[in-house]
Nanobody
């Protein structure tokens, strides 16, 4: 069993910044990727960013490229999402995933999510 916990969501004005944090504990697969997904009301969950275990490979959705940065430490099963220049359309519940793959984007373990609300 793997426990995933996110933190750092909140309310911010458009143009502002937030930093999300995530830690996974338990029997994660060795050298596995971690990722951030989000789900807006009435929409499907979508991939936002993925980081390989070593950090040498990262993936971003086109909608966040240049604004969001994923980072973390594979050995500690931690991942962060620095979100800058936030837009109202970034409003969603953000989920952290562990033991993830990118083609197609999916994860075996999920946190409960943290709400991010961007006001215009």
């Amino acid at each position: 069993q793997v426990h995933v916990a996110e933190s750092g969501g909140g309310l911010v004005q458009a143009g502002g910044s937030l930093r999300l944090s995530c830690a996974a504990s338990g029997r994660t697969s060795s050298a596995s990727a971690m990722a951030w997904f989000r789900q807006a009301p009435g929409k499907e969950r979508e991939s936002v960013a993925l980081r390989g275990w070593s950090g040498s490979s990262v993936y971003y959705a086109d909608s966040v490229k240049g604004r969001f940065t994923i980072s973390g430490e594979g050995a500690k099963n931690t991942v962060y999402l620095q979100m800058n220049s936030l837009k109202p359309e970034d409003t969603a519940v953000y989920y952290c995933g562990a033991d993830c793959r990118n083609y197609p984007p999916r994860c075996d373990w999920w946190g409960r999510g943290t709400q991010v609300t961007v006001s215009s």
